[in-house]
């Protein structure tokens, strides 16, 4: 039983729009998500970047979640051109889990990025590689 994702959606005037700063170096962009009641309440997030240069990406917030609210993920973690990945960056929700009391929907996902943070312990790491890997 593996979650079910929603349709895509992308940034919204991304290279049109001027946009102030938040803070030093930091702005806010805006997506709009078609939304599907029956995939539920949402855990985790897909981000492709098909941008040819990397962002740092702090936060997302989705407001007015049926049955929810507001659902807040921090992410605070660079996210480099798609390319340069083996795998999907996802994203999950500001909520912890013991192992056994991750909800079933999202498991497959927590361990395919246990497995992509573990790393396979060959190659030369490069600075996109988000692997946990230590020298004895």
């Not at 981000?47 to 807040?72: A, M, Q, S, Y």
């Not at 192992?99 to 929907?105: A, G, I, K, V």
Request: charge should be negative; hydrophobic fraction near 35%.
């Amino acid at each position: 039983m593996q979650g079910r994702v929603g349709a895509p959606a992308f940034l919204e005037n991304w290279i049109t729009k001027v946009t102030k700063p938040v803070a030093a170096g930091s702005c806010t962009f805006q997506i709009t998500f078609d939304w599907d009641e029956s995939i539920g309440i949402p855990g985790a997030f897909i981000v492709k970047n098909l941008h040819h240069n990397e962002f740092f990406l702090k936060t997302l917030t989705l407001d007015d979640v049926p049955g929810k609210g507001r659902i807040h993920f921090f992410c605070n973690s660079w996210v480099y051109p798609a390319e340069r990945y083996k795998s999907d960056r996802i994203f999950f929700a500001n909520q912890a889990y013991l192992p056994s009391n991750t909800p079933e929907p999202l498991r497959k996902y927590r361990e395919e990025e246990l497995v992509n943070l573990r790393g396979d312990g060959t190659g030369e790491l490069k600075e996109w590689d988000r692997v946990y890997d230590y020298a004895c």
